[in-house]
């Protein structure tokens, strides 16, 4: 299952982050505007940027002539927890907790289900401008070891 929200029709070469080494991807100007916090995403120009996720790095989105650090982004604030799902606010540890317990595939059933129905809003809401469905999966798979 995919989330035809963030679904891109043109594939963008990735990027390399030169503060971190990281493999980043492209993200739209859209996912920009709503996670850099005003006033600074009135500067956002139009531009082929791409996002660093590599939690040991400051730099957020990054182009050939402009980056933007981590503590400018909304989702990056101090005492903020780790989200698994930007769209229906469920962070890392609630759903880790639901592994641990047993719950989880409610909680999953309901992303999914949401996503189908076209209400979720990945590109707006999660920095990356991705669906977090892999994450749930990854975090799954994790949880077997």
């Known amino acids: 299952m995919s989330c035809d929200c963030c679904n891109s029709t043109t594939k963008k070469p990735r990027a390399i982050c030169s503060a971190c080494g990281q493999n ?6 859209q996912t920009m505007l709503h996670q850099v916090q005003f006033p600074d995403n009135q500067d956002i120009a139009e ?12 730099t957020g989105y990054f182009s050939i002539s402009d980056m933007i650090s981590k503590t400018r982004l909304r989702a990056f604030q101090p005492g903020r927890q ?9 962070s ?8 641990d317990d047993g719950t989880a595939k409610a909680i999953k059933a ?4 949401q996503t189908k129905e076209k209400l979720c809003a990945c590109e707006s809401r999660n920095p990356s401008g991705r669906c977090c469905l892999a994450s749930f999966k990854q975090m799954e798979k994790a949880h077997e070891c």
Not at 24 to 29: D, E, K, T
Not at 47 to 58: F, Q
Not at 110 to 113: A, G, L, S, Y
């Open 24 to 29: 980043c991807f492209p993200v739209s100007r």
């Open 47 to 58: 531009g082929d940027y791409s996002c660093c996720a590599s939690p040991d790095c400051n």
């Open 82 to 90: 780790a989200m698994l799902c930007h769209c229906f606010d469920i």
């Open 92 to 99: 890392e540890a609630v759903y880790q907790a639901a592994l």
């Open 110 to 113: 309901f992303v999914v289900q």
